[in-house]
């Protein structure tokens, strides 16, 4: 029990750190992509949308950014609930 812990910890610790970065681009560019497409401005910053969806000069990532930032994601948020969840049920049997 004690060893599956550490490896939810590991995960968790190695992988958040990483996935910060594309998570926290996803989002901002995303929102800001739709307040001007939604203010009519939308052709004027697909520059935007291209960073949102991964393409990043001459690194091209457009094929697999989303599912990268999904499976990080998804890992990230399945490590933190074990976490939680480990964390909470030891202070309920105290």
Request: charged share 15%.
């Amino acid at each position: 029990m004690k060893n599956s812990r550490m490896k939810f910890r590991q995960i968790h610790h190695t992988l958040a750190p990483i996935m910060l970065l594309p998570i926290v681009l996803t989002v901002i560019t995303g929102t800001f992509y739709q307040m001007f497409d939604l203010a009519g401005q939308g052709d004027n910053v697909e520059w935007l949308l291209d960073i949102h969806k991964g393409h990043f000069g001459a690194l091209n990532l457009e094929i697999i950014y989303p599912f990268l930032n999904a499976f990080g994601l998804l890992v990230v948020a399945a490590t933190g609930s074990s976490m939680w969840l480990q964390m909470h049920n030891n202070s309920i049997r105290r």
